[in-house]
Every structure is written in structure tokens, then in C-alpha cells.
């Protein structure tokens, strides 16, 4: 499966294709010459096809009702352009345009809030997992809690690092000093795991706890 910087990645291209094609087809609605509005047609159709098949892959993560929505469109620009070709009207174009511009700004907001939901499960389950090795003081049950909640953290860490991650500076900053923190107080209790710091322990839960609720209502993580 792809991972959430290649799901960024293909969303941000898409969205910038379709923005290009949105401007194109404005730039050739008055042109005289057939020839460059057929190219201009037939590439934004191409895009169309190919995000098409990608709605169709199971490995697509936007919600079902979008695909739906997107799939209309898709069929809609198809129909369009093979029915009327180069002999459309400025209102064509301007339509196949618009319908470029809106799932462009629109697609990478769906795409990052999904992928947002799907770390906020995860550091919701960690939270859980933690909460009930300490509470069974089972040291297996929690080593494999905190290697697990270490793993996740190192991830968001990379993300937070990467410039492809839509998130503002102060926020990236904010997780990695909380990655940071995670790693080293989680080699700590390593060195002696009979022994465990409880806070310790609950500070890894409410942090996810805070994380978790921050991802899902699109708040600023302070």
C-alpha cells in the first residue's frame, strides 16, 4: 500500500494537472485554430480517464461518495468532448474548466483529512493498548505497546519532516519535539522495565489522546 507521502504526492500532482488543464482550456475557448483546441481537449480528457481508473483502485482512500461524485464528472467530460470536439461553445469550455478548478482545490483537503483520520486512529489505539498494558502490569504486553508506539511516532516524525506535509511550521516543529520526547523517555523505561515510571506512561497517552483529537477536528496541535 502506498504510503501517506505518496498519497500526498499523487494528490498534489493531480490537483496541479488539473489546474493547468482548467487554464488551457480558458486559453484556447476563443482560439480560431482546431488543432490546439483537439490537443487541449484530448489531454484533459487523458487526465479524466487516468483519474478514472484511479477512483476505481482499491487502494484509493477518498470516501465512497466522492468517488461516485467524481466518477459522474468523468463521464461527463468524456461526453462532452467526444460529442461536441472542437465545434463547443465558450460555455464548454468554461464548464470543463470550472469542473478543473473545483476538483483541483478540492482534492487535496479530502485526501489530507482522510489521511489525518487514519493517523488518529492509530494514535488512538496506541493510547488504548499503552492504557491497558500499565493497568494489566503485564512487561510484555507493555514493551510490545511501547515498541509499537515508538514505531508510529519515528513515522510521524518523517512526516513532520517532510515538506510534502501540509501542516504549518509551528505544528511540524511542535510533533517533532513530541516525537523527540516519545523516543527518548520510551529508551528509558527499556533500560528497566520492571520499574516503570507511571507518568511516564500516561504522558504517552494524553499526548496521543491530544494528538489523536486534534487530527480529527482539523485543529492547530499547540
Not at 493510547?127 to 502490569?137: G, P, Q, T, V, Y
Amino acid at each position: 500500500m502506498k504510503t501517506t507521502e505518496e498519497q500526498i504526492r499523487d494528490a498534489e500532482e493531480e490537483a496541479k494537472l488539473l489546474m493547468g488543464y482548467a487554464n488551457a482550456l480558458t486559453k484556447v475557448s476563443n482560439s480560431a485554430d482546431d488543432h490546439i483546441k483537439l490537443l487541449t481537449l484530448d489531454e484533459n480528457m487523458k487526465l479524466w480517464v487516468e483519474i478514472e481508473t484511479s477512483l476505481k483502485s482499491a487502494k484509493n482512500l477518498l470516501p465512497q461518495e466522492i468517488k461516485d461524485n467524481l466518477l459522474k464528472l468523468s463521464k461527463y467530460v468524456e461526453r462532452l468532448t467526444l460529442s461536441k470536439g472542437v465545434s463547443m461553445s465558450v460555455t464548454d469550455f468554461n464548464s470543463l474548466a470550472n469542473i478543473n478548478m473545483q476538483i483541483s482545490e478540492g482534492l487535496l483537503a479530502v485526501v489530507r483529512n482522510s489521511l489525518a483520520k487514519e493517523e488518529a486512529f492509530s494514535l488512538l489505539k496506541c493510547a488504548i493498548d499503552l492504557s491497558n498494558a500499565h493497568e494489566s502490569k503485564d512487561s510484555s504486553e507493555l514493551v510490545s505497546a511501547l515498541d509499537n508506539n515508538l514505531q508510529l511516532w519515528v513515522y510521524i516524525k518523517t512526516l513532520a519532516n517532510s515538506k510534502l506535509t501540509p501542516l504549518p511550521s509551528e505544528t511540524k516543529s511542535n510533533l517533532v519535539k513530541l516525537a523527540d520526547y516519545v523516543s527518548s523517555k520510551t529508551l528509558e523505561i527499556g533500560k528497566d522495565i520492571s520499574n516503570v515510571n507511571g507518568k511516564v506512561i500516561e504522558s504517552f497517552i494524553d499526548t496521543n489522546l491530544q494528538i489523536s483529537e486534534g487530527l480529527i477536528t482539523n485543529q492547530k496541535i499547540a
